[in-house]
């Protein structure tokens, strides 16, 4: 069995948030008696709906209903969160609210964020990463960052969309390096898959996604791994050092996924979801899961989430302002 | 409704010069020549030349004294009949829209069904054997084997 | 390879295994058959069930569902016109065209046939070549789909039959709609009037569903409510089917290799593959003139080339990691599950699982015929109901269609829209496949036209810095250039021949 690793705040939360669950567990025995619909805000196969559909197979198999998962893509997560957010309150719409639920009101998408829904509890934490293609020049990210001080403007990067959160690692990392957070130009995409594959085309010379989501290609070598934005390295990649390491700022940046509600779902529904959505987290299925992806198994319920959100959209909202992605 | 080349091309021109219009307003990257108006404006230009390219065409047949009417209405639209039958699709789909939230898929659905059945002239035993059976078919398979959850109403609660 | 081969042989002649692909298959029909419902929903649905299967069956039970949901997606399209896929809306006016004349066996036939060819070819391409290929799919960046997104429309451009401003105006239409929402460089929110289900642009297919199958309703109730439809046997289904590889094995040939290369390529290689072989088959065939009046040839060519691309999109995947489409995205979540890396040696390292898929993939594509021949024979039923009857039928299967891709009744406005939109056209002689190619490729050539703009910044002679985009762009430019003179030098060649006949008449 796969060891909880990561250590200090993730570790400290972990701990309180089932210290504060099991005091709530008193009375959470809500049961949904017809399908439930879980919104996911992104596509079908990426990160978001692989732990969310997992998630949902095992809320299935707990209350013994069904549990729709429906994708609600676009707007860079708008249309999807907003769905979520305005659902009827009853415990029949529930959803996969991600990072973007902290930022998207900062860059001036939409008025909503994350006091619009209610966090039930968190399912990954998704740390970014500094990648470049396997004939690149640089091979580690002081490398990288010396030669985009040097020429700014020259190299390009790529990972999501335009002030999308791999944009953020990338812009916050070279901003709290003292650089221009331009130094590396963005070039947008249409999710990690497809700037990976500009990166191993050639047409860019370095990507910030996910590290979970480059490991195939970082394991058979199309890939080079500079740097892991964690404060502690990733199990199933011992040898990707981390920003903490490398970097005098300690810059780190992760996405999250969480399992969250509408706004004003009555806390008796909400803990019960926090009830199960801990469980599951507790099988030997959902650890085998999260192995199978290069990810660790998370446990965080609503009431430190909350908190969790509330820092991540002021620290993230800090650098946007200073990265000037803000509107 | 088919309209004569003259104002077709018109249209297209109108069409054209509305998405041009919309597009300057857009924002422009600093330092690119390239940003979000630049396709649009290319398709608006594109709408204005097939336009013109129509209108010149008309020009050319009127003075040749082939053109075609500015507007002929094909004999289908011309029976009342017709026309009745297209507005109860058009019609029964926005109702259907409007309604499936506040009554639910299965009565929304029931009702679309014996408007349209009706207006098409179906009989009344068919009508009333698909709009009885056929909603109750579709919520089963949707929500419960394929997993498309339908907006809920009244029928929906006190059955489920 | 003997050995792998060998053991895989044992692991998927399983009863665990061959039910699994058995049940697989009648899922894939039944989902991909109702409208709205596409091969991504229908394996999305799947993922919960795999994690408890073993890994030969789990991914047996993916590859075999896209296989069989890709080509029922035809049966509709064929009989009601509503297409599944985009990839099939290449053809659904000249499957649709041979229904209405009582051949829909002979549209289905061909498009079965075709899809379990095409299938096969695929996955023996994928066997053989699996890591040429990928390595060639992976050196495609944003300069290069954009090359490929205009060669897609050019090749439309020159097999479009009829009037050429009313083609261009359809091609334009659809561009159009391929610009609403938010714009990939700047983000910023285009056409959208406000509304937030319009942010992701129009989706695909409720305009699909609108364009084709509302606006044919419209036509039928305000004229021909009342005629029969036809159905007119062709004896043996088998017998046609067997008839149709004898008579174009080359074109299927042809198309499903030009499908699988494209379909190895990520993004939209499936639609573009089909859109391609269709106007390379006009363009080869020995009757052009019969294309888009009811003619099977285009089936044949764009039926096999997106079946084989379904194969082409496991290439990159397997290889790289690298999805090839949506459905193959939601399949490296479950290979990685089930302990496979995707990878260059996947061959070597994971190979008796990796030829087991392989086995699976041809097997499903065997299992269709029986199975998709049976599916024909049941839809052709639908037929013999009163139009009066169907009609409703047809627009409440469209309405949920519509529904069901994103769960939302702004989908239903849209398909309503676009529904009269297209009955205008058509009311108009403008033709509709024009406008949903248009819509298709309008994203592609646009967003990486941007992204390209962006990473040269606005230099334009970047289209042309890599080897693979030079040569598709000298490939599109002569294509151009020929489109735009080869009228004028038959104008200029007349008009001499016509000077020439005057002087010899006697005045």
Known sequence: MRMLRTTGVIMATAAAALLSASAALAACDWKPERPVTYVVPWGAGGGTDANS??????????????????????????????????????????????????????????????????????????????????????????????????????????????????????????????????????????????????????????????????????????????????????????????????????????????????????????????????????????????????????????????????ATSDNLGATMKAIGLTQ | MKLGDLPLGLL????????????????????????????????????CLCGLVLIAADLRARLAGTAAPVLTIEPALRRRKALLRAGAVVIGTVAFIALVKPLGFLLALALLLVFLLRVLAAGWTITLALALGLPFALHFGFTWLLRVPLPRGLIETLLF | MPEALA???????????????????????????????????????????????????????????????????????????????????????????????????????????????????????????????????????????????????????????????????????????????IDIATGHPRFTFGEIDLLDGVSFIPAMIGMFALSQVLRTVTTD???????????????????????????????????????????????????????????????????????????????SANNSAVAGAWTPALVFGIPGDSVTAIAIGVLMLKGITPSPRVFQTDGDLIYAIFLAFIIANLLLLPLGSLAIRLARHVLTIPKRVLMPLILVFSILGAFAVDNTTFSIGIMLVLGLLAYFMESNDIPIAPAILGIVLGKVIEKNFLITMIKTEGDLLGFFSRPIAAGLGAVTVALWLYLCLAPLIRAARNKSKRNHSESETPS
């Open chain 3, 7 to 181: 053991a895989a042989l044992t692991s998927v002649f399983t009863v665990e295994v061959l039910l699994t692909i058995f049940l697989s298959a009648l899922y894939g029909l039944f989902v991909g058959s109702i409208p709205g419902l596409t091969a991504t929903m229908s394996v999305a649905l799947l993922v919960p069930i795999t994690f408890f299967l073993d890994p030969v069956p789990a991914v047996a039970a993916i590859v075999t569902t896209t296989a069989t949901a890709i080509f029922a997606g035809d049966i509709p399209g064929a009989l009601l016109r509503i297409p599944g896929t985009p990839a099939s809306a290449a053809y659904v006016d000249e499957a649709f065209i041979l229904t209405q004349r009582g051949e829909s066996e002979k549209a289905l036939g061909a498009s079965l046939v075709t899809a379990a060819i095409g299938g096969i070819i695929g996955v023996l391409l994928l066997t053989l070549f699996a890591n040429q290929l990928a390595g060639v799919a992976v050196r495609f960046s944003s300069m290069e789909y954009f090359w490929l997104g205009c060669l897609g429309l050019t090749s439309a451009v020159m097999v479009s039959g009829g009037s050429v401003v009313r083609s261009a105006l359809s091609l334009l239409i659809g561009l159009m709609i391929s610009t609403v929402g």
């Open chain 2, 12 to 47: 297209a021109g109108l069409v054209g010069l509305a998405i041009i219009l919309e597009a300057v307003s857009f924002p422009v990257m600093a330092g690119m020549a390239y940003g979000p108006e630049f396709f649009p404006i290319i398709i608006g230009i594109g709408f």
């Open chain 3, 225 to 303: 409510l009342q005629t029969e439809s036809r159905v007119a046997p062709i004896g043996s289904l088998f017998g046609y089917m067997v008839g149709t590889v004898r008579r174009y094995w080359l074109n299927i040939m042809r198309s499903s290799l030009l499908g699988n290369v494209l379909g190895a390529l990520p993004g939209a290689g499936a639609d573009i593959a089909a859109w391609i072989a269709y106007s390379l088959s006009k363009r080869f065939s020995k009757k052009p003139e019969k294309f888009g009046k009811g003619y099977e040839e285009g089936i044949v060519d764009a039926g």
């Open chain 1, 53 to 310: 559909r997992m998630l949902a197979s095992m809320l299935e198999k707990h209350f013994d209903v069904p549990f729709n998962v429906v994708n609600r893509t676009g707007g860079n997560g708008v249309v999807g969160h907003s769905a979520i957010a305005t659902a009827e309150p009853d415990g029949y719409t529930i959803g996969a609210a991600t990072v973007e639920i902290t930022t998207m009101h900062h860059a001036g998408l939409t008025e909503l964020n994350h006091t619009d829904i209610t966090p039930i509890a968190l399912v990954d934490i998704v740390p970014s990463s500094v990648l470049v293609a396997k004939d690149s020049e640089f091979n580690s990210l002081n490398d990288l960052l010396t030669y985009a001080k040097a020429n700014p403007g020259k190299l390009t990067g790529s990972g999501t969309a335009q002030g999308g959160i791999w944009h953020l690692a990338l812009a916050g990392m070279l901003n709290s390096e003292g650089m221009d957070p331009a130094a590396i130009r963005w070039v947008p995409s249409n999710g990690a898959a497809a700037a990976m594959q500009e990166l191993i085309a050639g047409g860019v010379d370095v990507a910030t996604p996910a590290l979970s989501e480059g490991k195939a290609l970082i394991e058979s070598g199309e890939l080079k791994a500079l740097a892991y934005m964690h404060d502690s390295r990733m199990g199933a990649l011992p040898e990707v050092p981390t920003t903490k390491e490398l970097l005098k700022s300690g810059w780190t940046l992760a996405a999250f996924i969480s399992i969250s509600g509408p706004k004003g779902l009555p806390e008796e529904i909400a803990c019960s979801y926090e009830k199960a959505a801990l469980e599951a987290f507790d099988t030997q299925d959902w650890a085998d899961f999260k192995a199978s992806r290069g990810a660790e198994v998370v446990k965080m319920g609503s009431a430190d989430l909350t908190t969790m959100m509330a």
